[in-house]
């Protein structure tokens, strides 16, 4: 059995506003951020989102995501399972997710 190494996360508070708008600015991105605000903490697998791109893409698009302070991942047997990190989000952009999610 392989053993893949550990997501690296960055925290909110290391993220410029720029970084978190790229992130957000993408339609994948922008749909796995909706999703998972909309979902139990750690339930959502990286496999349940129904996103129009292969693995290796959405992998890509997950990594934007912890790098711009707004997705934790963890492993979970076989499986890698995230969560939103809105609350710590929230503190750095006092309501930019709120906006983004409203999808005005």
């Known amino acids: 059995m392989t053993h893949r ?39 959502r697998s990286c496999g349940s989102f129904d996103v129009p791109v292969r693995k290796a893409a959405l992998s890509h698009h997950f990594s934007v995501l ?16 995230n969560r939103l990190r809105r609350e710590e989000f929230d503190e750095r952009f006092p309501g930019l997710l709120a906006l983004v999610l409203r999808g005005d």
């Open 66 to 81: 912890r790098a711009a302070g707004l997705v934790e991942q963890r492993d979970d047997g076989p499986k890698r399972v």
């Open 5 to 43: 190494a550990a997501p690296e996360h960055t925290h909110p508070d290391k993220v410029p506003l720029i970084t978190a708008l790229d992130a957000l600015g993408d339609p994948v991105r922008l749909q796995l951020v909706r999703e998972l605000a909309v979902s139990r903490e750690w339930t």
